[in-house]
């Protein structure tokens, strides 16, 4: 029985691996013999930088993995604001990264089918009357967001008469709320969480205005290299590759995206 639990695994890992990538794959994915990983760790879903500046979280586990199965050394590249990164890849500066899909950034990026799901909700200030989404959208109200993010281009294409206030980071975004000059902060749920425990008084709203599809990314373009990225994040979602990221980040508040249909890989259909 033993035996035949570890056949088992062993095979089910083998169809759930991508098969190598082909030579004008593997060159495209990585022009340089190294594939480039950029992290945003300014979102703890994506990515993180320890005590001693190490760059972690779900992104670096991914792209280590993504460069294991594709045969090549992996560099990991940290980046503390999500513009900056994404404004990169325009001139090449990294082969690789995760985002949250947008269509704003359609014109910059080749987005893979999402792996990781997260709502996209509210965190209110201290002693602030509003109790849910729809209260937040109302005149006079600040809502304070980091610039390029992906709550950041949603609600400027969707707010009615809120304002929404960009800052320079995702820290910056989150001081206008304690200075006072914004009365809302938007991000998604697992960082608004771990930011409240922070600030007596301060609570996250338990709707939400919408869901942030994680997705890999490669830069425009790079259509070949996107199709091996493709196949890679569907079989680390078989494989549970996705899940165990998520628990070795400790991430709450977030899930693994269902399997993308095969007609249909690309993000943006919501959940």
């Known amino acids: 029985m033993r035996k035949f639990t570890a056949l088992a695994v062993f095979l089910a890992g083998c169809a759930s691996a991508p098969p190598a990538p082909t030579t004008a794959q593997k060159s495209e994915l990585a022009p340089t013999g190294t594939l480039r990983v950029a992290v945003f760790t300014g979102n703890p879903v994506l990515g993180s930088v320890d005590k001693s ?4 979280g779900t ?14 050394p992996v560099k990991i590249i940290g980046y503390s604001a999500i513009a900056k990164m994404v404004d990169d890849a325009k001139t090449g500066e990294w082969d690789v990264a995760v985002v949250a899909f947008d269509p704003a950034r359609s014109g910059v990026l080749e987005f893979a089918p999402p792996h990781i799901v997260v709502d996209l909700t509210y965190l209110v200030a201290p002693g602030s009357s509003i109790r849910s989404v729809p209260d937040a959208d109302k005149p006079g109200v600040h809502i304070a967001a980091a ?3 992906a709550t950041t281009l949603y609600l400027q294409r969707t707010l009615k008469s809120a304002q929404v206030l960009q800052a320079d ?8 709320v304690k200075e006072g000059r914004a009365q809302v902060y938007a991000q998604n749920r697992t960082m608004l969480i771990g930011l409240a425990e922070g600030l007596p008084g301060a609570r996250v709203l338990e709707d939400r205005f919408s869901a942030a599809e ?3 990314v490669v830069p425009k373009g790079r259509t070949v290299a996107l199709a091996y990225v493709s196949d890679f994040v569907e079989g680390a979602k078989r494989s549970g590759a996705v899940q165990r990221a998520i628990d070795d980040a400790k991430l709450r508040g977030v899930s693994v995206a269902p399997a993308a249909a095969k007609e249909n890989l690309t993000p943006g259909g919501g959940y």
């Open 169 to 176: 980071n995702e820290p910056a975004a989150f001081s206008l």
């Open 53 to 56: 500046g190490e760059v972690g």
């Open 59 to 72: 992104t670096a586990t991914l792209g280590r993995e993504l460069a294991k199965a594709a045969g090549m």
């Open 214 to 216: 994680m997705c890999l």
């Open 147 to 149: 610039k390029g993010a």
